[in-house]
């Protein structure tokens, strides 16, 4: 039976995100079109718009992406419950990666959507200044086991800012010293080494700048307990206390994103089904890696939400 199911809601990070996110929904469903509405007053200006027709210069600004694809993946939820009748799956655990933590404290709770919009987009004005003050990258290698990839970390003094499947890890630090982590993690056998296209070093000491200004930011909004627990970042464990929920949000501006081992904890609490609610499908490629058995959905089109129904009804 579908209602004995073990769910968990996924929602993407900063990098999901392209033009013309979200707009289809905006269109089709009355609730889709409520967010995006609701955020571009609060904001006071069209981020709708912005991810709709872009440019994409302006949606990939740190402090601007970090809203939109919040309020989209929220978007994605929203049309979701309205076209199936508020009939998904409820689920057991929440969990985002990275940004996307923010989101999943908005579905538990945690946080009102214009609080968590708001907050995101003063963290994405803190990580972009941290990241002029202190310059750096981040650097996705594949194909190298954690292991061989701590090593090159210690060799090199770089930092390991996001497990993100068994083969798929990436790093962050100095542009210097990603150069060399690069040509070492090659030597090492890496299949692929990717730059990002970041603004910083995020998930690293050199975001340490950022962290006075986050933790202020944090304590003007009012959390509440988390109503569905929250799979944390940077320890890969439940949580839903208030107290526990600030510490993370902290951490993790500066710590690895463990969501290789976030997904291994929801799978281990008997989770066997992953609804990926955003722009893209990142986070289902890497659940698939990290789990073949696990069945994922894509909530991010209004194709999508006629499938997931579909799949309802049968």
Same mark, same amino acid.
């Given at each position: 039976?579908i209602?004995?199911?073990?769910?968990?809601?996924?929602?993407?990070?900063?990098?999901?995100?392209?033009?013309?996110?979200?707009?289809? =929904?905006?269109?089709?469903?009355?609730?889709?079109?409520?967010?995006y509405?609701?955020?571009d007053?609060?904001?006071? !200006?069209?981020?709708?718009?912005? %991810? !709709?027709e872009?440019?994409?210069?302006?949606?990939?600004?740190?402090?601007?992406?970090q /809203?939109?694809?919040?309020?989209? +993946?929220?978007? %994605?939820?929203?049309?979701?419950?309205?076209a199936?009748?508020?009939?998904?799956?409820?689920?057991?655990? @929440?969990?985002?990666?990275?940004?996307?933590?923010?989101?999943?404290?908005?579905v538990?709770?945690?946080l +009102?959507?214009?609080?968590?919009?708001?907050?995101?987009?003063?963290?994405?004005?803190?990580m972009?200044e941290?990241?002029?003050?202190?310059?750096?990258?981040?650097?996705?290698?594949?194909? =190298?086991?954690?292991?061989?990839?701590?090593?090159?970390?210690?060799?090199?003094?770089?930092?390991?800012?996001?497990?993100?499947s068994?083969?798929?890890?990436?790093v962050?630090?100095?542009?210097?010293n990603l150069?060399?982590?690069?040509?070492?993690?090659?030597l *090492?056998?890496a299949?692929?080494?990717?730059?990002? *296209?970041?603004?910083?070093a995020?998930h +690293?000491?050199?975001?340490?700048?950022?962290?006075?200004?986050?933790?202020?930011?944090?304590?003007?909004?009012?959390?509440? @307990?988390?109503?569905?627990?929250i799979v944390?970042?940077?320890?890969?464990?439940?949580? @839903?206390?208030?107290?526990?929920?600030?510490?993370?949000?902290? +951490?993790?501006?500066?710590? %690895?994103?463990?969501?290789?081992q976030?997904?291994? #904890?929801?799978?281990?609490?008997?989770?066997? #089904?992953?609804?990926?609610?955003? /722009?893209?499908?990142?986070? #289902?490629?890497?659940?698939?890696?990290?789990?073949?058995?696990?069945?994922?959905?894509n909530?991010?089109?209004?194709?999508?939400?006629?499938?997931?129904?579909?799949?309802?009804?049968?």
């Amino acid at each position: 039976m579908i209602e004995d199911i073990k769910v968990a809601y996924v929602f993407p990070g900063q990098g999901s995100q392209s033009v013309g996110m979200g707009m289809d =929904l905006y269109v089709h469903y009355a609730a889709a079109r409520a967010v995006y509405d609701e955020i571009d007053k609060i904001l006071g !200006f069209s981020l709708s718009r912005l %991810c !709709f027709e872009g440019p994409e210069q302006e949606l990939i600004q740190t402090m601007n992406v970090q /809203p939109a694809v919040l309020t989209t +993946s929220i978007a %994605c939820l929203k049309a979701a419950q309205e076209a199936s009748g508020n009939k998904i799956p409820v689920p057991t655990f @929440t969990a985002g990666h990275s940004l996307g933590e923010y989101t999943a404290l908005v579905v538990s709770g945690v946080l +009102s959507l214009a609080d968590a919009v708001r907050l995101v987009r003063e963290r994405g004005r803190l990580m972009h200044e941290a990241g002029k003050r202190k310059i750096g990258g981040m650097l996705a290698i594949l194909g =190298l086991d954690l292991n061989t990839v701590e090593n090159i970390c210690l060799a090199v003094k770089v930092d390991i800012s996001n497990i993100n499947s068994p083969n798929q890890i990436v790093v962050s630090g100095p542009q210097e010293n990603l150069e060399q982590a690069r040509r070492l993690a090659q030597l *090492k056998g890496a299949r692929r080494v990717i730059p990002l *296209k970041v603004s910083g070093a995020f998930h +690293s000491s050199l975001m340490e700048p950022a962290v006075e200004g986050l933790r202020n930011a944090i304590n003007e909004y009012n959390f509440n @307990t988390a109503s569905i627990p929250i799979v944390a970042n940077v320890t890969a464990q439940s949580i @839903t206390e208030t107290s526990a929920i600030k510490e993370e949000l902290i +951490s993790q501006i500066v710590h %690895c994103v463990k969501w290789q081992q976030s997904v291994e #904890t929801m799978i281990s609490r008997g989770v066997t #089904t992953f609804f990926e609610m955003g /722009p893209g499908n990142v986070l #289902t490629g890497l659940i698939k890696r990290i789990s073949p058995g696990a069945q994922t959905f894509n909530i991010n089109s209004v194709e999508s939400i006629q499938s997931i129904t579909n799949w309802r009804r049968g």
